[in-house]
């Protein structure tokens, strides 16, 4: 693809305008915005990787993914203000699914270590762990808000914190799984996942682009459970006192 045709499908872009005009929904300001900061971040991206993926440095691949996880829970954080810390657990969950993750690949032999698969592979992993978070994040502190008189309760007759939130905390992890579940569920009927179709573009063997596909999936599963698990247990018992009362926002 060239620069000329690549500008040719901002016809994508002009569509959703003419839309937001004709119906007033007041949308034309962020999508622009939303266009222009989308081609810049990705033609930065674009060069930077270029450049590491040349030099196969150990530390830009180190500092790439370092950025990756600074952005994501910066970005993630804004919807967990209300417990105390969560920035800290955030990044918490963030470094460890991405420890795990690569050991397994990298252990195993299933991905080379070089940086065009840790990079990637990594940018898929800690962005699909940063929207789980934000998932579990909006459903647990409605969870909390809406069922505070129920935790009181428990806490009055002698139940412990971990006892009094149980509910809740179940309730969001389960929620934030589902979309991850769902999808894989229907993938290659309803859809072709964009790293498969992006390969079988390029050229690839379309066996092998499902292979590839197949492990992301895969990955992503265990990225989905280990989040919402993780952030979920660092984060209710920031709720509560050393008195063990439920703390008011």
């Known amino acids: 693809m060239t620069y000329l045709t690549l500008s040719i499908t901002l016809i994508f872009v002009v569509i959703p305008l003419i839309l937001s005009k004709t119906l007033n929904l007041g949308?034309?300001?962020?999508?622009?915005?939303?266009?222009?900061?989308?081609?810049?971040?990705?033609?930065?991206v674009g060069f930077i990787l270029k450049f590491v993926f040349d030099s196969e440095s150990l530390l830009y691949i180190f500092l790439m993914v370092t950025l990756m996880i600074v952005?994501?829970?910066?970005?993630?954080?804004k919807k967990g203000a209300a417990i105390k810390g969560i920035t800290w657990?955030?990044?918490?969950?963030?470094v460890f699914v991405e420890i795990l993750t690569q050991s397994i690949l990298l252990g195993f032999n299933i991905t080379p270590p070089t940086a065009q698969y840790i990079i990637s592979i990594s940018g898929m992993v800690i962005g699909n762990s940063m929207v789980l978070s934000i998932l579990f994040l909006n459903r647990f502190t409605s969870e909390v808000e809406s069922h505070q008189d129920?935790?009181?309760?428990?806490?009055?007759?002698?139940?412990?914190?971990k006892q009094a939130i149980h509910r809740q905390l179940i309730q969001?992890?389960?929620?934030s799984m589902i979309p991850t579940i769902e999808s894989q569920k229907t993938v290659g009927l309803v859809q072709l996942p964009g790293m498969m179709s992006g390969q079988i573009?390029?050229?690839?063997?379309?066996?092998?682009?499902v292979q590839f596909q197949l492990l992301i999936?895969?990955?992503?599963?265990?990225?989905?459970?280990?989040?919402?698990?993780?952030?979920?247990?660092?984060?209710?018992?920031?709720?509560?006192?050393?008195?063990?009362?439920?703390?008011k926002n």
Do not use: C, W
């Not at 952005?71 to 993630?76: K, L, P, S």
């Not at 657990?89 to 963030?94: G, M, R, S, Y």
């Not at 969001?172 to 929620?175: L, Q």
């Open 27 to 44: 949308l034309e300001k962020d999508t622009i915005i939303a266009t222009i900061r989308s081609i810049v971040q990705l033609l930065a």
């Open 71 to 77: 952005a994501a829970t910066h970005n993630a954080q």
């Open 89 to 94: 657990k955030i990044a918490v969950t963030l």
């Open 150 to 161: 129920q935790t009181e309760l428990i806490l009055s007759l002698g139940g412990t914190p």
């Open 172 to 175: 969001s992890i389960k929620a």
């Open 201 to 209: 573009i390029a050229g690839a063997d379309p066996i092998q682009a």
């Open 217 to 247: 999936m895969f990955l992503l599963l265990t990225t989905a459970a280990v989040t919402s698990v993780l952030l979920g247990f660092l984060s209710y018992p920031t709720l509560f006192n050393q008195r063990m009362q439920l703390l």
